[in-house]
Structures are given as C-alpha cells and as structure tokens.
C-alpha cells in the first residue's frame, strides 16, 4: 500500500516556478521534482477561494454541493471524507498546517469529531502572522507557537512525522502551507533582501500604475515561494533517507492563484488565469515525467488519489477518478473544467468589480457568463495574458455558442441552476455582512455547519 505526501500553498499561480517559465525565483527543487512527475498543465482551481478549495479537496464535490461557497463556514459531515476513506483502508492519516473549514473563529481549538477524519494533527484554523503563528496539537487544549517562519517550522513537523513512523503501516500526510499569500513581505528576511535587490519582470497585463506596487509585491511572494520550494526540496530528501520515497504518491499543488495586479487587481475569485490556474505535479514511485494538457478540477483530486492507492472511491463524490490517467493508462481528452464564483465576497465586492460567475477552462479558451448572460471570452493560446475580451464578439459566435452549450451541460450534471448569491445565502441561512463576508473574528457566532446549496 503506497503513502500519500500532499503538500499544498496557499494562492500560488501556476506561473511561478521554473519548471513553468519564471527564471527570476528560484524553484531548484520544484524543477527537479517535475522532470520526475506527472505534469497537470492545466490545473484549475474550480472555486478560487481558500474554504471552497479545501472543502472540495476534502469531499470531491463541488461546492454548491458541500455549502462552502464562502470563506469561515464550517464543512458539514455528511459526505465521506478524504481521511474518512483512507482510514477505513487501514491508513494513518496526518494533517499539518493551516485548515479554514471548520468556521468557529480563526484562532479556536477543532475538536476530534470536526477533524474530518485527520488523526495527527497540528493546526490552527487559519492565520496569516507566519512570523508568529499558533496552532494546537492533538487534543491539547493551549496553543503552541511555531518557531520562526512558520513553514520552516510545519515542514520538520512533517519529517518528524515521517521518520517516526513504521513501516509496514501506510500513511496519508496533508501538509497545509499559509504563505505565499499575503502578507506579501512577511516571510524570511534573508530571501526578502535577495528579491528586493533583482529588478523583476512583471507579466505584461501588469498596468503601467501598478508596476510600482507589484514591485514591492513580487517580491516578497517570491521570497515565500523560494523558502516553500525549499521545504519541499527538505521533504523530499526526508522520504529518501527513510527508505519510503518509492512508496509514497507525492503531490505539490495551490488552492488558487494571486492576481498580483495583473489587469490592476490583487488575490482571488476572479475567473482570470492568474487566479484560477494552479500547479500540480504528482509524482508517483519510480518518478516518470509527463505532461497532461487536459483540464483537472478540484473535485477530481481526492477520487484520482483513492484510486492511485486502490482505495474505493465513496458514492459521496462527485469529482472524476483520473488515477488511470496519471498512470499513463487511458488519455485524458476532456477539455473543459468547470469554474465558479456563486457569491462575490470581502476583496471582490461589486463595488469592486465582483459578480457572481459560471465558466469552463479548456485548454484553449476560457468562457464565462455572469448572471445577466455572456461575460468574458478569451482565446488563450493567441491571448496568454487575456488582454482582448471576445465575449459576444460576432467573430467567435460558433465559438461562443459551442462554449455555452459545453458550459450549460457541466452545470447541468452538478446540479447548478445559476441562482443569484443573494438567493444561494437566503437558501443556505448563512450570515454575511455588507461585503458579503461571514464573520471570523467572533468565536461565540452562530456557527452553523453548511448545507447542500442546490436546488
């Protein structure tokens, strides 16, 4: 039985890394790890928010179908989860590092019964100090405080993890990153100093008024990525030394992407490249390089996991079982992944530009439509920065009408009847303030476990 490594950042685009392109941050040990993975060039986070990410990773079901389609609710239990379904084969199962779905206040302790099935566990809900960052240990009930950075500190954490363990017992281990999302700068100070000096180049739909900004932004979310990159390169090295490295399915992966100002905005929810595309190489034993170029969502990561360790795969989920595909097994000709924003919140209000969304990335096109019909239309392949929008051009009519029929039938087999977020909220009972936002700093708040948003 192989062990699963997943390790995953936090708001990473797919961009960043040598492997992919960028020779100004340094990625050495992410660029050797993909000349021996499996290679998701179109990796697609389908809700890129923190909370939908990592519920639908959680349960392979996309999130109208979960509840979380807001950031700092809490996940119900009513599907089977991913430790659920790795423990009931006999695993041991860990997770480290940052949660966000448990939605009882971002600084409170998770009890067992809300761990999802997760039995190691050091976590904090959600923070974003990683110069001072708590978290609780097992079933302790005072907080502890990582040591320095604090990704430095989870990834030992995560090799102690390791090195502990014996043997003969498979094991599944998440290992939750905060960075690189922002704050930008608050990360190593020897890395910041090393991306302050270099003079960067910026992706070229990066507004002439922002480039001053992003300077200072690139380069402290390179400073972060530099340190992940290395976490990964010291991780990798641990599973060696163990002996356990050619039994082990490792996976490096980001819930979502950054904007970082590329058309004048910063973050996520946007249905933007820079927001929705994310890296994913899964390496399997033996470490045989290959590029797939066909859209994953993130529904498809728990099943393809299961069944790359012969796990069944729970009737709860709705995400596509791709292990085959990895393995080299079937090709993966499916060219759309469905992506989505129901309900606009905090950063992307309308009054900042926010909307609620439905759209499909294949590996050509991106197509979406907001609540009053056609939105954006771009053809990546002539348009990589996205910069012409050709929604309801007469140019891309067949097009655009072979899009909206694909689109239209993604969201037909989930079940998705594009409410507006008002009514999706009303639906659900949840409670949001004026930009949308559900409260995380009141731990005595109503706390209420999501429910299925569909009709």
């Not at 021996?36 to 939908?52: D, L, N």
Request: hydrophobic fraction near 35%; aromatic fraction near 10%.
């Amino acid at each position: 039985m192989k062990n699963v490594v997943f390790v995953f950042s936090d708001q990473w685009r797919w961009c960043d890394h040598g492997y992919t392109g960028n020779k100004e941050v340094a990625t050495p040990h992410l660029d050797t790890l993909a000349k021996e993975s499996v290679h998701f060039a179109h990796a697609i986070a389908t809700m890129p928010v923190c909370s939908p990410w990592r519920a639908s990773f959680l349960t392979g079901q996309y999130p109208l179908t979960h509840g979380l389609f807001l950031n700092d609710l809490r996940l119900n239990h009513k599907a089977t989860s991913l430790a659920d379904a790795f423990g009931q084969a006999g695993y041991d199962t860990a997770w480290i590092g940052k949660w966000h779905v448990d939605g009882t206040g971002r600084d409170q302790r998770i009890p067992p019964e809300r761990r999802q099935g997760f039995e190691h566990w050091r976590v904090l809900e959600c923070t974003h100090n990683y110069l001072n960052s708590p978290y609780f240990a097992g079933d302790e009930t005072q907080k502890r405080t990582w040591p320095g950075y604090d990704a430095y500190a989870q990834t030992d954490e995560a090799i102690s993890y390791i090195q502990g363990r014996a043997k003969d017992k498979p094991f599944l281990l998440c290992l939750s990153f905060g960075p690189p999302h922002d704050p930008y700068r608050m990360c190593p100070e020897d890395l910041l100093e090393r991306y302050d000096g270099k003079t960067l180049t910026f992706r070229p739909n990066v507004p002439e008024a922002s480039r001053a900004a992003a300077k200072s932004t690139y380069a402290g979310y390179y400073a972060h990525i530099d340190a992940l990159d290395q976490c990964v390169g010291k991780l990798i090295n641990a599973l060696k030394a163990s002996g356990q490295l050619e039994n082990t399915v490792f996976v490096y992966t980001s819930d979502h992407g950054d904007m970082l100002h590329s058309h004048g905005m910063l973050k996520k929810q946007k249905p933007w490249d820079e927001s929705i595309r994310v890296p994913l190489l899964i390496r399997l034993p033996g470490g045989k390089a290959r590029t797939i170029t066909g859209p994953i969502g993130t529904p498809d990561l728990m099943p393809t996991l299961l069944g790359l360790c012969g796990i069944p795969v729970p009737s709860t989920v709705e995400g596509r079982n791709l292990a085959s595909v990895v393995q080299g097994k079937r090709k993966w000709d499916d060219d759309a992944a469905l992506i989505l924003c129901p309900a606009p919140f905090g950063e992307w209000t309308r009054e900042r530009g926010g909307r609620e969304y439905r759209g499909i990335r294949t590996r050509r096109y991106t197509y979406v439509r907001d609540i009053n019909g056609p939105w954006l239309l771009f053809d990546n392949q002539e348009d990589p920065y996205q910069q012409t929008n050709r929604a309801n051009d007469p140019a891309f009519k067949s097009l655009q009408a072979d899009l909206e029929k694909k689109l239209t039938a993604r969201l037909k087999a989930t079940g998705d009847t594009f409410q507006s977020s008002v009514e999706l909220i009303r639906r659900c009972g949840y409670k949001t303030d004026t930009n949308g936002t559900v409260d995380y700093q009141n731990a005595t708040r109503w706390g209420q476990e999501t429910v299925s948003a569909r009709a």
